[in-house]
């Protein structure tokens, strides 16, 4: 995902085909580490591609994708299933969080 971010900042910024060493430059700049094997897959999927058009063809797979009343159905299906449990771990949570056991209070 780093390297990513770091493509599309340079293509932001006017670089409309950043190179191996351009990405390194922007990720080295902050501090984080260059994943080489992950950098060349990414450079390999952007051979022959714009940003744009790469984005483009992301979002034609995510309009396929169905995320709707099926995704909630199971949710709400999970959530009746464990919901003495979830009280429980509440009351256990409470617990847990009281200032009693440190000796002071928030605003003390």
Known sequence: MKHLA?????????????????????????????????????LKAMEGKTAAEAIAEGSSKLASVSAGPV???????AAGASGEAAAEEEKA????????DMGFGLFD
Do not use: C, M
């Not at 060493?21 to 992950?38: A, H, P, T």
């Not at 995704?71 to 299906?77: F, I, V």
């Not at 949570?93 to 009693?100: C, Q």
């Open 93 to 100: 949570e409470e617990k847990e969080e009281s200032d009693e």
């Open 71 to 77: 995704a909630a159905a199971s949710a709400g299906a």
């Open 6 to 42: 770091a493509y599309l900042l340079l293509v932001a910024g006017g670089n409309a085909t950043p190179s191996n060493d351009d990405i390194k430059q922007v990720l080295s700049s902050v501090g984080v580490e260059v994943d080489e094997s992950r950098l060349s897959a990414l």
